[in-house]
């Protein structure tokens, strides 16, 4: 089932009597249950994007659609809707965990008792059951945002739009705010996510979308994405330095050895060549060069500009 | 909207049971700053000065402009602090709508400021040995003077919303409301009589002016008036904001400046 729909966005916004195009035809379906990482250099229409499709800046032209209702048109749409939002606090400092949750649940659709529930399900959800109490203002940053998750989903929404998630958090914080996101998916949300963290992308995200210039450059699942520009090429490394005559044989070979440990064979064919030149010698690892979607972000990015 | 109204009322009594001293200060301040001009007239004009019922009247207008400036507090300047502090987008996340949200705040803080507004009034009372009068009709053109005040306040909170600060320009509206609510525009006849009348609040203020310092009946003719006078500029609030909200949407500036 599609949960989030966004069908060519358009928004040309007027700066110091310039025009500036920020996003020029966005156009993205997210199934319930997929994570889908919106990645993009600074200023290239990721922050426009989302809040588009949450109803928080009109288009130009185009639509979009949460659970099929158009958030534009009709607020019920936002019922279907959670949002972390970057560059936000998401709550309030001088309310408590429990207090924010019971506020912001009814704010979205839920009255007080189904909000105070949902709420203290989520605390014990998310480990806060013991700050339930505590202003907001007094926890630590990691506990703030999971706070800002939780909020969010208070009122089981079909979406959730997570906007720089782990952005100031530290690395305990940022670990567990994975594993939340990798369950928010698999209780049945659409997640649209946007980090620059892109390992962090890679690790949750089922499919990648890569924005430039307010445009989509590339959209592929993440797999599909990293076979795509990984090479056939094999990485073995071995546990001690090389003799000069084996990195003699294996060069004669046409492999490439650098720090006289690590071998990369380009030509799969010539594996078990390698391999009986190694013998007996001992080997840390053999494994597949796969590129990283640093390197593939950075290299889209390039060849777009 | 019921829900909205109490959820609302729930934020607005912990934070006033969590910060008394806010509206401790509010309350010293307030009554303070008025005994002191009080005190400054009785001192210029004469120590014995008897103003009878104009003194009760100008506390009237005086307690009236201080519940305006509540609401307007409330609605614009927690607009302001909700956009520099960053909850301001997920108001607008809701499916209320932002309208509905800061109209059900505005009154659930009504509802616990009107506390602070008796006891500002008592006080002033007691310091200045004032007497007025409460009828139980008064709720009436009271009710005309908090439709007014919600409207202004929303057509203040349209502007905040596009501007996000209006610290600056706050005051060129609040002064000169407070001439307005302090004289009594009822009194004018003639051109100024109805020009009067198209004053924001100022047909319910002169009402609650004639039933608590001249003890006169209600007249029902400015009720209607002051009923029509408060309606309009509640309408006309909500609809600016509803503008506002348009354009800030359309310009992407929800949040921040």
Known sequence: MIALEANNLRKTYCLNNQRV???????????????????GPNGAGKTTSIKMMAGLIKPDSGWTKISGINPHRNPRALEKLGAVLEGNRNVYWRLTPQENLEYFGVLKGLNHSQARKSGI??????????????????LSRGMQQKLAFAVALVHQPKVVLLDEPTLGLDVEATEEVKILVREIAASGCAILLTTHQLDIAEKLADRIVIIQKGEIITELPTDELISKFSGNTYQIEMESVLDEVRITKLEQIGVEVEEKRIIYVNQPELIYQVFDIMKPLQLKFVEKAEADLTQIFLKLVKEGK | MLELFFAELRCSWIQFRRYPFESIAQIVITSAIFYGLFLGAGYIADSNIQLGDRLDSIIIGYVLWILVNFVIANISGGLQIEAQTGTLEQLFLSRYGAVKIFLMRGLAYLTLEIINI?????IIILLTCSRLYFPAILVLPFITVLLGAYGFAFIIGSIALLLKRVQQVLPLFLFPLLFLL?????????????????????????????????????????LVIAFINGIVYFAMGLFLFRVAEKEAKRRGILSGY
Do not use: H, Y
């Open chain 1, 21 to 39: 195009e920020a996003v020029k035809n966005v156009s993205l379906n997210i199934v319930s249950g997929e994570v889908v990482a919106f990645l």
């Open chain 1, 121 to 138: 399900a989520l605390l014990e959800r998310f480990g806060l059951q013991n700050k339930r109490r505590t202003a907001v203002q007094q």
């Open chain 2, 118 to 122: 008796i006891i500002i009034l008592f």
């Open chain 2, 182 to 222: 302090t004289i009594p525009t009822e009194t004018w006849e003639g051109t100024a009589g109805l020009f009067a009348k198209f004053i924001p609040m100022t047909p319910g203020v002169g009402l609650l002016r004639d039933l608590m310092a001249r003890r006169e009946n209600l007249n029902l003719i400015t």
